[in-house]
């Protein structure tokens, strides 16, 4: 691995990118500020991310496939982020770069840098949109690094039901996708955002997504990753607000040699804040899975109410997966449970489904479906809950 | 000797190396309910368990025939498919799995049939919502229970008649009762009894394996005979009197009369 990671991605590139575009000051340089942290960053100490054999050098900077289907609404605006940029330029200066935080470590960096593509939402004060948003990212081409970025800014009493699907052709050889998402939520509304992560297993994502969620204000959120060689990627929910909560589910199915790690934080900030979390895991192969939690409440948030479970299921004796879930509370009026599992499909359960006829091999395979369907039955979108029942069919 | 009894034959079975059950002889009649009563511990559930083909406990010696096989040899689903149904003690918990998903894909594990294209066996979708519904409809059900996941967050009221809803859709020809009514009131056991009653009543040729710690299920399920297991064998056998006899004297007299005071 080489010390200096510019040496292996080239200037070129990002100086070709700020050419093609026409971006307002302040953007540019944020562009550059975040280059130079590429470029003087020490490479990240991912004990638990195989990045061997990754070389940005290998990559091209390219757009995704980004489509949005949503019939509209009075109240609410979806832009392109390019144009976003321009229209909405404060909102996008407040909330771009809340998840992926240029200093966090260089592919952030990078990421910031070379952000293109990408969706701005918009949801008016007062605007409850009934209708599901379903964007998709899709990557066409092996060999190319893209950069899209999904932002959603909802204002006060408003609320919106959103799904993001990452997607890619079925080719053979590797790209790089650097994911972002960045969600603030007004006071009083309500955010349902799902996310989707089914590229094919020569992908690797890393990226980071946000949550912000102001007073009274809730969050459904539900994560799943059933895709991808590595993932590394961090999410965060904020309890900024005094009131607010989340409910927070995922997936992460790994087989293969998949390298899967979701690292969510929950932050309770605010006063009498709720928050659960309910992840799930699954290897087979040699997969190794992380999930990388943690639960803050700082002396700000008394009252909070938090929960964080994780389980995880192994299916072959190679594969593996790390739970570390932490907790770290500076106040003292709060309710905060966590636990985490992991084992082998369990014997009892086994012996039950086949004494009823089920052959060994369908009663595991009802037994891994079940464990995995309470999350995936969630995906609030028909098709692309199909392409997950398909993709994780294929896998037990 | 019809073949629809279910043979034991001098079964002994081995726990993680101690054996549990210690030479068992015991014919299941075609029809006929059968009770085996015993004290803790005196092998009753490791029969049961045996019979029903759960990894964890070794056949050292004896054999089980119905249906001119050897249960024995034959996989827990193959043990299904010939007839054989546990009502298990303590009911397994499956999370994400419905009981309406389940029990079809029980049905349909059950109608399948080697080298034919499962699709072709399974049961149509319509046919199998009018199954389920008079079945839940007899065992007085109410329809959110088949939409609910396996066993989980189940009463234990509800775990005991979920079994006799997956009896009375299977349909078995031997029934074995692991202490069904442990765990349960006494109103709960009688809608659980009526339920094997009305699925032996549909059945007659059902043969029913009762196993009991107390004599109070048998008010609501009569047995034909009753057999006493202590020590890992049948110490008595009688008829539907004895269980009686038990409930008044308890255990110890014939721990007495079979092992002297020993004990």
Same mark, same amino acid.
Do not use: S
């Given at each position: 691995m080489p010390a200096n990671l510019q040496s292996t991605f080239d200037v070129a590139q990002f100086e070709a990118l700020l050419a093609s575009r026409n971006e307002p000051e302040w953007l540019t340089s944020r562009r550059h500020e975040a280059w130079q942290s590429f470029e003087t +960053?020490?490479? #990240? &100490?991912?004990?638990?991310?195989n990045l061997k054999?990754?070389?940005? +050098? &290998?990559y091209s900077v390219a757009e995704a496939e980004v489509s949005v289907e949503f019939a509209g609404a009075e109240g609410v605006t979806i832009l392109p982020l390019a144009e976003a940029i321009q229209s909405h330029a404060e909102l996008v200066q407040r909330v771009l770069g809340s998840a992926v935080q240029t200093s966090r470590d260089p592919y952030s960096a990078l990421n910031n840098a070379l952000v293109n593509g990408g969706l701005f939402i918009h949801v008016a004060k007062d605007v409850a949109v009934e209708e599901l948003v379903r964007i998709r990212y899709h990557? +066409?081409?092996?060999?190319t690094i893209v950069a899209p970025r999904t932002l959603i800014v909802t204002e006060r009493h408003s609320s919106i039901n959103v799904i993001e699907e990452i997607s890619s052709a079925d080719f053979d050889a590797s790209a790089v996708v650097l994911t972002g998402v960045e969600i603030e939520v007004g006071d009083g509304g309500q955010v349902n955002f799902s996310s989707v992560q089914i590229l094919n297993s020569n992908v690797y994502v890393l990226g980071s997504q946000q949550i912000r969620i102001n007073r009274d204000a809730q969050a459904e959120w539900l994560n799943v990753v059933v895709g991808s060689a590595v993932q590394h990627v961090t999410l965060e929910a904020n309890l900024s607000g005094n009131g607010s909560s989340v409910n927070w589910n995922g997936l992460l199915y790994g087989n293969g040699k998949q390298n899967l790690l979701v690292a969510p934080k929950l932050n309770h900030i605010g006063l009498n804040t709720e928050g659960q979390i309910n992840f799930k895991t699954v290897v087979d192969d040699e997969a190794y899975a992380v999930f990388d939690g943690m639960v803050k409440i700082p002396a700000t948030g008394q009252g909070t109410n938090s929960d964080l479970r994780e389980n995880a299921l192994h299916l072959s004796k190679t594969s593996r997966s790390d739970s570390i879930p932490g907790l770290e509370i500076d106040a003292n009026e709060v309710k905060a449970g966590h636990g985490s599992t992991s084992g082998q499909i369990d014997e009892e359960q086994l012996f039950y489904l086949q004494s009823r006829g089920l052959p060994f091999a369908e009663a595991k395979r009802t037994i891994v479906l079940g464990f995995v369907g309470e999350i995936i039955d969630?995906? #609030? &979108?028909e098709a692309v809950r199909e392409r997950v029942e398909t993709i994780v069919a294929d896998k037990v | 000797m019809s073949a629809n009894n279910l043979v034991i034959r001098n079964l002994h079975v081995a726990v993680d190396g101690k054996e549990i059950l210690k030479g068992i002889n015991l014919t299941i009649e075609e029809g006929k309910i059968h009770a085996i009563m015993g004290p803790n511990g005196s092998g009753k559930s490791t029969l049961a368990y045996t019979l029903a083909g759960h990894p964890r406990y070794e056949v050292t010696e004896g054999e089980v025939w119905y249906k001119g096989q050897d249960v024995l040899d034959l996989e827990p689903n193959d043990r299904s498919k010939l007839g054989l149904f546990l009502a298990f003690q303590y009911p397994v918990a499956v999370a994400g799995v419905t009981v309406a998903n389940f029990l079809r894909a029980a049905l349909n594990a059950h109608r399948a049939q080697e080298g034919v294209d499962p699709k072709s066996t399974a049961i149509p979708m319509a046919e199998y919502r009018k199954v389920i519904k008079s079945r839940m409809d007899m065992l007085e059900m109410a329809p959110d229970f088949a939409r609910r996941y396996l066993n989980e967050g189940f009463s234990g009221g509800e775990k005991k008649r979920l079994e006799i809803l997956q009896m009375a859709m299977l349909q078995p020809s031997i029934s074995i009762m692991d202490e069904t009514d442990s765990g349960l009131d006494i109103d709960a056991l009688k809608i659980v009894a009526e339920g094997v009653n009305k699925v032996k009543t549909e059945k007659p040729e059902l043969g029913v394996l009762v196993i009991t710690?107390?004599?109070?299920l048998l008010n609501y399920i009569k047995p034909d005979y009753v057999h006493v297991l202590m020590n890992g064998q049948i110490v008595r056998e009688g008829g539907p009197e004895m269980a009686l006899e038990l409930e008044e004297k308890g255990y110890d007299f014939i721990r007495e009369e079979v092992f002297g005071n020993a004990s």
């Open positions: +960053a020490e490479q #990240p &100490d991912w004990r638990r991310t054999g990754f070389n940005l +050098a &290998d990557v +066409a081409n092996a060999g969630m995906i #609030p &979108d | 710690h107390y004599q109070r």
